[in-house]
């Protein structure tokens, strides 16, 4: 519930303070605190293995933030017996942000789906960066053992509601955006750029990228 009419006629343009921020709104309910854990459950560990996609945030020290995406087989993301997450690295385009950041701070956050699940699992912790053979080997597949594998103890996890992916139909097969609705990515990347590249089809793409997948 946010504030009456009467208390946001009163307020700032712009927010600076928590006090401020809370006036706008009511005080969490006792399951939203209390859903937020210390360590992976039964129910997370499951969501992880279902899960062929995560998105890894980080933050350097001049605080400036990544986001990342980062996606494999379901499961592909590993838990160790005592609980820590195995992430480990695929080929990419090396400009090493995350790692940077992780190296920097040692902090992570992490959001978890799963196709067609509304809800999202939601953990953060700390972050090293691996490579120790046990790591490696956790989380080699058929393709490849990764060269790196972060490895994040797990400090909160909590499962986050469905409202956002409902408001946003992401997965309505009715919601889908014509891929040709925007031109492909690297016509965008070369008109901001002004680096030039060969135009190529979604079939030449799928081609270039498949050796890294």
Known sequence: MSASRGENAAMPDTITS????????????????????ARLDAHCRAFIALSPFVLLATGSAAHELDASPRGGEPGFVKVTDDGELLIPDAPGNNRLDSFENIVATGRVGLLFLIPGFDETLRVNG??????????????????????????????????????AFMRSRL?????????????SAGRMISEQTGIAVPAETPEEMARRYAPDL
């Not at 928590?18 to 854990?37: C, D, F, H, N, S």
């Not at 490696?136 to 409202?163: F, S």
């Not at 997965?171 to 031109?183: C, E, F, I, K, Q």
Request: some cysteine.
């Open 171 to 183: 997965w309505d097969p009715a919601a889908r955006v014509p891929r040709g609705t925007l031109p």
């Open 126 to 163: 700390r972050a090293v960066l691996s490579r120790a053979e046990a790591d490696l080997l956790a989380c080699r597949n058929e393709r490849r053992t990764p060269g790196l594998v972060i490895r994040v103890a797990v400090e909160a996890a909590y499962l986050h509601c469905a409202k």
């Open 18 to 37: 928590q006090g401020e921020l809370r006036r706008l709104y009511a005080m969490p309910t006792e399951r939203a605190v209390r859903k937020q854990i």
